[in-house]
């Protein structure tokens, strides 16, 4: 018999697989809901740790490329004083703590600003090694950490400087909200900053003690953090999850008071996996921690689940009785039948089964018997009738059976509904990540003026357009950020260029504006920025950003969907497909939109929604851009909203469950089922119609087995019997031949 087809495989493969199922029925359904501490806020604090490390990340990397850039292109000219170098350093930036110039061969400080660096740290014999210019961090008296970046300034005839600049590792711009708190963490565990926990001199008497559990915890999830955090990205991550490319997780801390710290980890990665920059190379790892109230009463009994699983044993055991007493039981009784008919056992009746094909199989073996044993084809009476419930009836019947247990599984039972308990945390969550997103895009549009106003700074009056041209191939090529950078004198006309064609309006001026957006008719808003070039009146340098960029930053698990809309509502980014200006969806996400940036509103501030709609349930957040910088001006915001359905809550967790149970089912019943009806039913139909022709007295047919398995054996059988069987011309002579003989 063949090891895939027969009736044996496909009714064992479906008994395993129903007895599999009960099993992933009771353990799954039954374990559905048993965290007081849903898996859905678990990975939220999680993916805010991943928010925290990108943004540090970019930080450093933008600050260490930002510092070199600047060092280049005062190298590229004249030679400038130490003082005017940090001068126009700070008119640009303002994200370094303290900035100095330090003559290499001497050591001797030609200029500084800010706070007091720790030069002596620096080994000025070493900067030309391979890492020589690489950050590195330094721990001040004060016991604060401070990340220093080094750039060289080199100019012909004039001793090489140093260009020092230290930063602090706090996070830009992230949003904590009122409970989180959130850290730096070294390779080794070690808390190098943090911010959310007050000062114990900050809180009363009655917090102090909380204060320090909270101090404690944080330091119990940096060394475990800082573990976690070495192993490989593909090692750690669990089998199908991605979008960071890092190292992230999530801790449980102890409960108290009916609450429980929960935290998520990430390391510093780079923005495509398998890469490096700077700031991943420190090894620094995010912890971000927020206490979660727990909720006992939201735990499910197991007793759904064993009481499904015994349901489908009970149906499954019906439906497999049925296919061994009515499909298997009587198909290896005709093989055997058949078998006995063509070694010429001819002397016992063929026991006929009751109903199907294989009765009519039967009732044509019987009467073919008898013609080998001389009875005329003719005289055995009409033939038996086609049975109403063949083997397609009963295939039908178990099909029922099985739908019967998966349907209501996936249409009926478990529903979550409306009223699901969606925790606070998640649209906490979803509020201060929205927030932290909309600082993001506004400081990235903020670094991007800083460089053309850094490049219009160095241009001046007196730059040729060769020499224009050099410095802004040299920004392209060192900012993605970028499609194309140009000069525009007063009349509009285009000084120098690099990167794709100028789309700034043709015949006009550089703006006034330092950022704006233009709708020139195209698949994509066009993202202006205009910094004047000091010296040159009217002249300005432009900076065409790509929407590529601004849309990758707004590519975060956990957030849903992403719109960066204007003050009109009108949609210039996202991080699924859009058309160019399109209208929010409209309802009740618009009207949160128009709230947050209404007029007349003091401080703008993120908000956060819970919308009910029937039986869909989502979370939404709107935020403003706010906290400074040109890009303020825009007046944008950051839309986001996400279905509950799809986060990890116990309600839908057990309908999801529920609903893959049902699925699982429908789908062994119809591989096994369809499987049967392929090799088996179908065949067994065809080879029923060519037996009883067979005893009608069909002898020219040849009977070909399609398959080695019991009902091709039954084929060959029968085929065995019709080379046995005499044809007509044999019966007329032998009967011809027996008158002759009755004659003599």
């Not at 298997?328 to 056992?345: A, N, S, V, Y």
């Not at 509020?431 to 506004?442: A, K, M, N, S």
């Not at 005499?726 to 009967?735: C, L, W």
Request: with cysteine.
């Amino acid at each position: 018999m063949s090891l895939i087809g027969g009736i044996r495989p496909p009714i064992a493969v479906l008994s395993v697989l129903l007895l599999a199922l009960a099993g992933i029925t009771a353990l799954t359904l039954g374990r559905a809901g048993q965290e007081a501490v849903p898996k859905a806020v678990k990975s939220s604090q999680q993916h805010f740790a991943e928010d925290g490390a990108i943004a540090l990340r970019a930080s450093i990397d933008e600050s260490v490329t930002d510092l070199t850039r600047t060092a280049e292109l005062f190298s590229a000219g004249d030679p400038v004083p130490a003082d005017a170098v940090l001068d126009k350093i700070g008119s640009v930036y303002q994200k370094w703590m303290g900035t100095a110039v330090v003559e290499i061969s001497s050591g001797k400080l030609l200029a500084a600003r800010g706070e007091n660096l720790p030069l002596t740290a620096v080994d000025r014999g070493k900067l030309a090694d391979k890492d020589g210019l690489d950050p590195r961090m330094v721990r001040l008296e004060n016991g604060e950490t401070r990340l220093l970046s080094f750039a060289l300034l080199t100019w012909k005839g004039e001793p090489q400087q140093l260009l020092v600049a230290s930063s602090s590792l706090r996070f830009p711009g992230i949003s904590l909200g009122t409970s989180r708190s959130i850290a730096v963490v070294s390779h080794d565990g070690s808390v190098l900053s943090q911010d959310g926990i007050p000062e114990p001199e900050q809180v009363g008497d009655d917090r102090r003690e909380e204060i320090k559990r909270s101090e404690e915890q944080l330091k119990t999830f940096a060394t475990s953090a800082a573990k976690k955090t070495r192993e490989h990205p593909i090692m750690s991550k669990e089998p199908g999850s991605g979008g960071f490319a890092g190292v992230s997780g999530h801790l449980t801390g102890e409960g108290q008071n009916g609450k429980r710290a929960v935290a998520g980890y990430a390391s510093l990665a780079a923005p495509e996996a398998g890469e490096t920059t700077m700031a991943t190379e420190l090894g620094l790892s995010v912890v971000a921690m927020v206490p979660v109230t727990e909720d006992r009463t939201a735990t499910h009994s197991s007793a759904f689940g064993l009481f499904a699983a015994a349901a489908l044993l009970l149906i499954g055991g019906v439906t497999v009785f049925l296919l061994l007493r009515t499909v298997q039981r009587p198909l290896i009784q005709l093989f055997l039948e058949g078998r006995r008919l063509t070694r010429g056992d001819l002397e016992r009746p063929v026991s006929v089964p009751r109903s199907g094909e294989a009765a009519r199989i039967g009732v044509a073996l019987e009467r073919l018997r008898r013609q080998l044993l001389g009875a005329p084809a003719d005289q055995q009476g009409s033939p038996a009738r086609r049975g109403k419930r063949g083997s397609r009836t009963l295939l039908a019947v178990c099909a029922v059976l099985l739908l019967a247990w998966s349907a209501p599984l996936m249409l009926l039972l478990n529903r979550a509904g409306g009223g699901v308990d969606i925790p606070q945390q998640m649209v906490a969550d979803q509020r201060e990540r929205t927030d932290t997103l909309t600082d993001r895009v506004r400081r990235a549009l903020n670094e991007g003026h800083a460089d053309l106003t850094s490049v219009a700074t160095l241009i001046g009056d007196r730059t040729e357009a060769a020499d224009m041209t050099k410095v802004l191939e040299g920004t392209l090529h060192q900012h993605t950020r970028y499609q194309s950078l140009y000069v525009l004198d007063a009349s509009g006309k285009v000084l120098a260029e690099a990167g794709d064609d100028p789309r700034s309006p043709a015949g006009e001026g550089a703006s006034t504006q330092p950022v704006r957006v233009i709708d020139e008719g195209g698949k994509k808003p066009v993202i202006l920025g205009t910094a004047e070039v000091p010296g040159r009146k009217g002249a300005a340098v432009v900076g065409e950003f790509r929407i590529e960029f601004l849309n990758s930053l707004l590519g975060r698990p956990g957030l849903g969907e992403v719109r960066v809309v204007d003050d009109k509502r009108r949609v210039i980014g996202a991080n699924t497909g859009y058309r160019e200006f399109q209208d929010l969806p409209g309802g009740r996400i618009t009207e949160l939109a128009k709230s947050v940036a209404g007029k007349g509103v003091e401080k703008p501030r993120a908000e956060g929604a819970l919308h009910r709609d029937g039986g869909d349930v989502r979370i939404a957040a709107a935020a403003p851009f706010a906290g400074g910088g040109v890009a303020q001006a825009l007046n944008w915001t950051v839309v986001t909203w996400q279905p509950a359905s799809g986060l990890a809550i116990p309600e839908y967790s057990l309908q999801n469950r529920t609903v893959l149970a049902g699925l699982l089912g429908i789908t062994a019943a119809a591989a096994c089922l369809g499987w049967l009806h392929i090799v088996v039913v179908r065949p067994l139909r065809h080879l029923a119609d060519q037996a009883e022709a067979l005893a009608d007295g069909d002898r020219r047919t040849v009977l070909y087995p399609r398959h080695h398995d019991e009902v091709g054996a039954v084929t060959r059988s029968l085929e065995l019997i019709r080379q046995q069987l005499p044809t007509g011309t044999q019966r007329k002579r032998d009967g011809v031949t027996a008158g002759l003989a009755g004659r003599n």
